[in-house]
C-alpha cells in the first residue's frame, strides 16, 4: 500500500459512470493500492479492465482474491444492495468497510436493519454515501478521475456507525476532491426528492409528452438552447431513474403534489388572461435562479 493510500484493496461492485470515477480518481489520488472490479455483467467488468479502472476483474464472491479486500464501495441500483450483499458479505473480511453512492437513504438504513440479524455488526461499517455528481451518460466510458472535484458528497452515517470507520470514508472522498456535508437519511431523501428527483421525473415526463404528440419528433428537431438544458437529464439510465423514483416515491409524490398545484396556477393564470399572476409566478421564479450560485 503507498504512503498515501487510505484503502490497501478495494472491491467495486459496479464499474460505470460513478463507481468507475471513484476507482479512477482513488488511484489518480494514490488513495488505494489495488481494486478489484464487478459486475453483474462480466464484458462491464472487462471492459473497466481494459479502460484502466480496475486493477482486476472478480467474476463474483467466489472469487479468494476477496479475502484481503479492506474496503466496498457499491455502485449499483439500491434495489440491487440487499441481494448483493446478501451474496458477497459472507466471504469478505468481518471489519472490511463499505460505503455506496446512491441517491436515496431511508431505504438503504432499512435494509441494513433486515440484515444486521444475519450479519451482526454491518450497520458499524457500512456508510451511507452520496456524491452529488454524474451525468446523462453512464457505463465504465462514460468514467471520469475529475467527476468528483469540487463538488458536494453527503454522508448520512447512522447512530451505529463506527467513529473510525466513518473518519476513513470522509478522509476518502475529501481526497478525491469532494466537498463534504452531514445530514440523516430522511432529511437527506426529502432535499434530494426536491432539487434532484423531481427536475428529473420531470425531464423524462416531458420529453415523452411531446413524443405522444403526433409532430412530437418533428418538433424535436428544431428544439434550441432550451430544449437541450431542460432535457439533457431525459438521456440518464432509466433504471437507475425508476429504482430512484421508487425507493424515494414518499418524498417524490409529495413534491410531485406541490408541482402539480403551481402548474394548475399557471394554466389558470394563462386560461383566464391574468397576467398579474403569471408575471408573480414567473417573477418570483426568476429572482430566485438569477441569484443561485452553485457551490
Known sequence: MGKGAIFNRMLAIGVGLIGGSVCLAAKKKGLVGHVLGYSRKLETAHEALGLGIVDECIAGP??????????????????????????????????CLIFDAG?????????????????PGLKSRFVLVHPIAGGESHGPSAAAADLFEGRNCVLCPLPQTN?????????FWAGIGAKLSTMNAMDHDEMFGAVS????????????????????????KEGGAGYRDFTRIAASSPEMWADIFQNN??????????????????????????????????GQASEYRSHWKHN
Open 62 to 95: 467466489g472469487d479468494s482474491n476477496l479475502r484481503n479486500v479492506d474496503a466496498v464501495v457499491l455502485s449499483i441500483p439500491v434495489r440491487q444492495y440487499k441481494q448483493v450483499l446478501t451474496r458477497f458479505l459472507p466471504v469478505l473480511p468481518p471489519n
Open 103 to 119: 441517491s436515496t437513504k431511508s431505504d438503504v438504513a432499512l435494509m441494513l436493519n433486515d440484515l444486521e440479524q444475519q450479519f
Open 163 to 171: 467513529a473510525a470507520g466513518l473518519k476513513k470514508v470522509e478522509n
Open 197 to 220: 428527483h423531481l427536475p428529473h421525473l420531470l425531464a423524462f415526463s416531458y420529453v415523452s409528452s411531446v413524443l405522444a404528440h403526433p409532430k412530437g419528433a418533428e418538433f424535436m
Open 249 to 282: 416515491s414518499e418524498a417524490l409524490l409529495s413534491m410531485l403534489s406541490g408541482f402539480e398545484s403551481n402548474i394548475a396556477s399557471l394554466r389558470t393564470a394563462i386560461e383566464s388572461n391574468d397576467r398579474a399572476t403569471l408575471e408573480r409566478i414567473l
